[in-house]
């Protein structure tokens, strides 16, 4: 299951690294940036091991070193699998927007899901995260084990057929049995991709900014 960390930083120095890469754009560096309910995401893409460390002041190299040597060494609840080197890292900040506005894209991250394309992630929080502020879910793995298990070799199959279509799979996961996870900043979560997870809508005085650092497994 989720495994929790806390690093101790100093609030101001690392509220100036989440500034520093949302406002940021690098020469090549593949970004992607989207607006979509409330939230504003930007991705970044590498290309090898150490094209992260291009963009990364040198100050956090080491705690950023620190935090992928615990997510190789993550016990997934399911099949161990090689994971590769930091793909990608995602800059999010979150606002409240009103139910009425929400937009199809992106609404799937809304329910429980397991990721299409498997990756064991790095999430670490920027702000406090109380129920207002749009926390992420996590199932109950025991109780919808099986289900899971149907679900992710369907993926995978599907991902044959579909090719690049992918992202037209269906990953939802059903069941009532999910936890928020409240943090606090400078908290992390350790997860496997595949564990069902969610985001969650924002309140009217909620804010919400994460960093999520992305290692895809070999195979993906």
């Known amino acids: 299951m989720v495994k929790k960390l806390e690093i101790k930083c100093s609030k101001e120095d690392f509220e100036n690294l989440f500034q520093f890469l949302l406002k940021s754009?690098?020469?090549?560096?593949?970004?992607?940036?989207?607006?979509?309910?409330?939230?504003?995401?930007?991705?970044?893409?590498?290309?090898?091991?150490?094209?992260?460390?291009?963009?990364?002041?040198?100050?956090?190299?080491?705690?950023?070193?620190?935090?992928?040597?615990?997510?190789?060494?993550?016990?997934?609840?399911?099949?161990?699998?090689?994971?590769?080197?930091?793909?990608?890292?995602?800059?999010?900040?979150?606002?409240?927007?009103?139910?009425?506005?929400?937009?199809?894209?992106?609404?799937?991250?809304?329910?429980?899901?397991?990721?299409?394309?498997?990756?064991?992630?790095?999430?670490?929080?920027?702000?406090?995260?109380?129920?207002?502020?749009?926390?992420?879910?996590?199932?109950?793995?025991?109780?919808?084990?099986?289900q899971i298990m149907k679900k992710i070799n369907e993926i995978e199959d599907k991902k044959k057929k579909f090719k690049n279509l992918w992202r037209k799979i269906d990953t939802k996961i059903y069941t009532f049995e999910e936890k928020p996870y409240i943090s606090k900043f400078g908290d992390i979560f350790i997860f496997d991709g595949r564990e069902p997870h969610r985001a969650s809508l924002l309140k009217k005085n909620g804010y919400r900014a994460i960093i999520i650092f992305e290692c895809m497994t070999d195979e993906n």
């Open 25 to 146: 754009s690098f020469k090549n560096i593949e970004s992607f940036m989207e607006k979509e309910n409330g939230r504003l995401n930007k991705k970044f893409f590498f290309k090898d091991k150490n094209e992260w460390k291009k963009i990364i002041p040198y100050d956090y190299h080491l705690m950023i070193n620190f935090l992928i040597s615990e997510l190789k060494n993550y016990k997934s609840p399911f099949s161990k699998e090689k994971i590769g080197f930091l793909n990608r890292i995602q800059v999010i900040e979150s606002n409240f927007i009103n139910k009425s506005l929400i937009s199809v894209k992106g609404k799937h991250i809304f329910s429980l899901h397991c990721d299409r394309i498997n990756s064991y992630k790095i999430y670490m929080c920027f702000s406090d995260i109380k129920l207002k502020d749009g926390p992420i879910f996590f199932a109950n793995i025991r109780k919808c084990k099986d």
